[in-house]
């Protein structure tokens, strides 16, 4: 069976460029949308050319023009989208149903893969405001879709490792703790890490795979579920060095609501939900959902000790 041809909107952000790494390591003909407003944000720019490099083919268009979206969605089989869903740097969500319209008018792709990767929002109907606005998003956008009767994957159901694995799932720190380590509760709630690198081969490999056509696919590797605890204790036994435990209560840990802006509001949200309630774990994928290792399993994914000896 022929490569789909591949166009990533979102290519320059984090999981965004290594979509486009992973879908030409695939050998997948890809295009990587470039933004008329991309201004003088070089550092983009520099991404983007250093793609085209690669062999990557750069499509200028904009959100703003849906001709330039219809015109770059009809060179391609496939669409996935990166946008950024974190409200601590951009949260563009809903910007993807400019480009439900642009697929719909196309009439070509096979496949459309919206920016998921994290929590199911299906499953996040109870969350806490204010930050259930990224579930609720994400399933406007998924409503779209499905209305629109546009072939789809969701991938979603893990937690990033450069966000939650080299900090010890540390609320305001991307680095490891020297001394002490906040413990949520008494850390012993399951938690499905992943590489990110892996997130984007994993993506990659379903784009093509009718097992996977109008499902979920969850990012559930069984050697990455942890608990806090037990990757803290993996950090302990590499680095030699006991870290003086702080178990933080839910009623404490939901009291940061109080004290910081909103996107750390959003922030405190979605960690009570997985850390406190276990909301990547606590749930059975159901008949329309598949486990990304266990469909694909040639990937030798990264373990999260090996993710970990990174920050030695």
Partial sequence: MAQSKILVVGGTGYIGKRIV??????????????????GLEIDKLQILLSFKEQGAHLVEASFADHQSLVDAVKLVDVVICTMSGVHFRSHNILMQLKLVEAIKEAGN????????????????????EPGRVSFD????????????????????GCCFGGYFVG?????????PPREKVNIYGNGNVKVSYMDEDDIATYTIKTVDDPRTLNKTVYLRA??????????????????????????ISKEDFLALMKVVDFAGQVGVGHFYH?????????????????????????VQYTRMEAYLKRYI
């Fill in 21 to 38: 790494k992973a879908s030409l390591a695939e050998g997948h003909t890809t295009y990587v949308l470039q933004r008329r407003e991309i």
């Fill in 109 to 128: 792709i096979k496949r459309f893969l919206p920016s998921e990767f994290g929590m199911d929002p299906m499953l996040m109907g109870n969350a806490l």
């Fill in 137 to 156: 998003e994400k399933m406007t956008v998924r409503k779209a879709i499905e209305e629109t009767q546009i072939p789809h994957t969701y991938v979603c």
């Fill in 167 to 175: 900090n010890l799932s540390q609320f305001d720190s991307l680095i």
């Fill in 222 to 247: 069984p050697e990455n579920i942890l608990t806090q605890m037990q990757l803290t204790e993996k950090w302990e036994k590499i680095t030699g060095k006991k870290l003086e435990k702080c178990s």
């Fill in 274 to 298: 997985i850390f406190y309630e276990g909301c990547l774990t606590n749930f059975e994928m159901g008949e329309n959902g598949e486990e990304a290792s266990e469909l694909y399993p040639e």
